[in-house]
T-cell receptor, first 113, second 115 residues
């Protein structure tokens, strides 16, 4: 069965410092992995996705993630946090052959001025 | 291109009532999925429709049902509402949804409160 584990429920950073949100996955197959962001009272927006092409995936708003099969990880990073990055971030794996998404428990990112 | 739209955005119902939520996918998208988001259980898959057929289903009781119309618009229905059904219900659409790699685009959600 597919699953993802987000290792931190909360992450706090200062504006202008790097962001690291950690995600480990479990999959019997070559997984499709996604990061989504949810701002308060909003729906989910796709940041980036990995589908077995390049292991370093670049997304929107300066975010990127690296797929590491040896570590079963798909951590999300950004070199410099902005106040507008404060939101909930979800690491997601898709069920192979279907459109069913399996979500992690989320990481709330706080950005302090 | 317009995004995924969901109506209504907010609903307040009482226990025992039923409710219908609506989702209009992005034009050209044929797959519509529904998710429930609660503080306790997080985001959970309800079901997915493609070409008017339910193709996948999550682990929810039969009180939760849905359908899809020929124009790909979808509705979900919850009967005999319980307090625990209070949640944000999110709809997502994708082109075909058969590979697991299709990007799903989410609507803003319907916030259901059951009193």
């Amino acid at each position: 069965a597919q699953s993802v584990t987000q290792l931190d429920s909360h992450v706090s950073v200062s504006e202008g410092t790097p962001v690291l949100l950690r995600c480990n996955y479990s999959s019997s197959y070559s997984p499709s992995l996604f990061w989504y962001v949810q701002h308060p009272n909003k729906g989910l927006q796709l940041l980036l996705k990995y589908t077995s092409a390049a292991t370093l995936v670049k997304g929107i708003n300066g975010f990127e993630a690296e797929f590491k099969k040896s570590e079963t990880s798909f951590h999300l990073t950004k070199p410099s946090a902005h106040m507008s990055d404060a939101a909930e971030y979800f690491c997601v794996v898709s069920d192979p052959g279907t459109d069913k998404l399996i979500f992690g428990t989320g990481t709330r990112l706080q950005v302090f001025p | 291109k317009a995004g995924v739209t969901q109506t209504p955005r907010y609903l307040i119902k009482t226990r025992g009532q039923q409710v219908t939520l609506s989702c209009s996918p992005i034009s050209g998208h044929r797959s519509v999925s529904w998710y429930q988001q609660t503080p306790g259980q997080g985001l959970q898959f309800l079901f997915e429709y493609f070409s008017e057929t339910q193709r996948n289903k999550g682990n929810f009781p039969g009180r939760f049902s849905g359908r899809q119309f020929s124009n790909s618009r979808s509705e979900m229905n919850v009967s005999t509402l319980e307090l625990g059904d209070s949640a944000l219900y999110l709809c997502a659409s994708s082109l075909a949804g058969t590979s697991g790699t299709d990007t799903q685009y989410f609507g803003p959600g319907t916030r259901l409160t059951v009193l």
